[in-house]
């Protein structure tokens, strides 16, 4: 079965940077979209970032662009999320999906999850 574990995350203070690792195994070739989501309590989870690897084309919800970066490393199926000039309302549980395709940003196109991970940007 595809695995997705995720590292990084953690606490920083406003305007610092973390980056989030995902890394993939089992049967991820025909995963060609990896995406990026975030839950803060109460609150439904929504789209960050996402990347359609073969082709390189990237999406960025406008509350993250330009401060946000996706990437992905084919040889090591691990996709990262570099975030830069965090903000206290990034403050959320980050999850990373995979999905065949479709919309980048709606969470029912994936079927496979990371665990999620903490990230918490104090002001």
């Known amino acids: 079965q595809v695995q997705l574990v995720q590292s990084g995350g953690g606490s920083v203070q406003a305007g610092g940077s973390l980056r989030l690792s995902c890394k993939a195994s089992?049967?991820?070739?025909?995963?060609?979209?990896r995406g990026w989501f975030r839950q803060a309590p109460g609150k439904e989870r929504e789209g960050v970032a996402a990347?359609?690897?073969?082709?390189?084309?990237?999406e960025y919800a406008d509350s993250v662009k330009g401060r946000f970066t996706v990437s992905h490393d084919i040889a090591e199926d691990t996709t990262f999320l570099q975030m830069n000039n965090l903000k206290p309302e990034d403050t959320a549980i980050y999850y990373c999906?995979?999905?065949?395709?479709?919309?980048?940003?709606?969470?029912?196109?994936?079927?496979?999850w990371g665990q999620g991970t903490q990230v918490t940007v104090s002001s």
């Open positions: 089992g049967p991820t070739s025909k995963l060609y979209l």
């Open positions: 999906a995979a999905s065949l395709g479709g919309p980048w940003n709606q969470a029912r196109m994936y079927f496979d």
């Open positions: 990347i359609r690897y073969g082709s390189g084309s990237t």
